[in-house]
């Protein structure tokens, strides 16, 4: 049973920092591409970063890309997403999710498994 589990949500002024992490259990982590998205209230859930096999292929959404950078951890299953100088239209729930593919995926509907969320929250 594959199982995505986030943390390191909270609540955080603008400016600050979070670093979210993702543990990833009942798949061969290696063999998939990883992807963080996020869904604010009322909006739908959209493409934040995405991550293929290898640390040096990776994704951004055009609003995030100075500002977050995705990583992963393959030895400890684990994916990361650390997020600099956050705004107030950051704030929602981060979504990780895994898909089988060696290059980084946008499309969320690619996506085959997926966590329960973890929420930020940026206070202006």
């Known amino acids: 049973q594959v199982q995505l589990v986030e943390s390191g949500g909270g609540l955080v002024q603008a400016g600050g920092s979070l670093r979210l992490s993702c543990a990833a259990s009942?798949?061969?982590?290696?063999?998939?591409?990883m992807g963080w998205f996020r869904q604010a209230p009322g909006k739908e859930r959209e493409f934040v970063a995405a991550?293929?096999?290898?640390?040096?292929?990776?994704a951004y959404l055009d609003s995030v890309k100075d500002r977050f950078s995705v990583s992963r951890d393959n030895a400890k299953n684990m994916v990361y997403l650390q997020m600099n100088d956050l705004k107030p239209e950051d704030t929602a729930v981060y979504y990780c999710?895994?898909?089988?593919?060696?290059?980084?995926?946008?499309?969320?509907?690619?996506?085959?498994?997926w966590g329960q969320g973890t929420s930020v929250t940026v206070s202006s």
């Open positions: 991550i293929g096999l290898s640390d040096r292929m990776n």
């Open positions: 009942g798949l061969t982590f290696n063999n998939y591409a």
């Open positions: 999710a895994a898909v089988r593919s060696f290059a980084p995926v946008v499309d969320r509907l690619k996506y085959s498994f």
